[in-house]
């Protein structure tokens, strides 16, 4: 998905795209864990052999595209995770692995987009799944369902992208470590692995221009450090919105609140530097 690609088809259908490998169980696996973010988190870690199991249940919130607003599906989501926490094992705290996290995600975004011909979770399911009129809708036209075929088409395809990316020869620009999401995860105490791991949210997951990706990787975040004290952790999701809506006037789309799109990765970087989202980075980490 090129950055400037907004909307979906209103016609698009889930799985339109046969996927090149297909992963056994992962039909089950969905219903076992409960949303698609966390399913294919593990999914994808469990392909590089790694197991993360709060992390993973941390990205619930994610599912249904940000806190069930339908916006990114949630398995891009899911899957930019675990891609960017295999960065930073690979390559460590460096401009490398945080480059490898975005264009992982970019190519993530690209393949999902293949698969579906849109991004949205809203578009994909046809519903509002964040009033409790939409999910009841969602559950009784048999929505929902058409998600497990979609991350039974899309799961093998997301393992072999993500590889394929981590794998990819490239020049790298050695001062490019700084973007939104690991800016926010920085400033609310994530260690590094952490910070690395929403590195790919950048610009609205991966430079697409879509629902923003330091609001996501608050969402996370905040989850995460949540579960850490208390099992049970419910987020504020209330209280997390308004402070994110008061400082974008009331927009969520990263290229909306920006008012552009990011052509590259030392372009979003130099819109940091140069003071762009500060006000909405420190709104998201204090929240």
């Not at 806190?67 to 599906?73: P, S, T, V």
């Not at 058409?146 to 020049?171: I, P």
């Not at 791991?197 to 905040?222: N, T």
Request: glycine share 10%; net charge positive; proline share 1%.
């Amino acid at each position: 998905l090129l950055p400037g690609m907004q909307g979906c088809s209103s016609t698009s259908t889930a799985a339109t795209v046969p996927a090149k490998k297909k992963l056994r169980g992962t039909k089950g696996l969905f219903l076992k864990l409960g949303t698609c973010s966390r399913t294919l988190f593990h999914i994808v870690n469990r392909e590089f052999g790694v197991s993360m199991e709060l992390e993973e249940k941390a990205s619930d919130p994610l599912a249904g595209g940000i806190l069930q607003r339908g916006h990114q599906c949630g398995m891009i989501w899911g899957a930019s995770l675990a891609t960017s926490a295999e960065s930073y094992r690979r390559f460590g705290k460096n401009s490398i692995a945080s480059e490898k996290a975005i264009r992982s995600s970019q190519n993530l975004v690209t393949s999902f987009s293949n698969q579906t011909q849109c991004v949205n979770c809203r578009d994909i399911i046809k519903c509002d799944a964040s009033t409790g009129f939409g999910a009841f809708k969602c559950f009784v036209t048999g929505s929902f369902f058409g998600c497990f075929s979609l991350a039974d088409n899309w799961a093998g395809e997301a393992v072999e992208t993500a590889n394929k990316a981590l794998q990819a020869e490239g020049k790298y620009c050695i001062n490019n470590e700084r973007n939104c999401a690991s800016e926010v995860a920085k400033m609310m105490g994530a260690d590094e692995k952490e910070t690395m791991m929403v590195a790919g949210f950048a610009g609205g997951l991966g430079l697409s221009g879509h629902a923003c990706g330091a609001l996501a990787a608050a969402v996370w975040l905040k989850t995460l450090k949540g579960m850490r004290e208390d099992p049970d952790f419910e987020l504020d999701k209330v209280s997390l919105l308004k402070a994110f809506y008061k400082e974008s006037n009331s927009r969520i789309l990263c290229s909306d609140i920006c008012g552009r799109h990011f052509n590259s990765i030392a372009d979003h970087e130099n819109h940091l530097r140069g003071g762009g989202c500060k006000n909405l980075i420190n709104a998201l980490a204090q929240a």
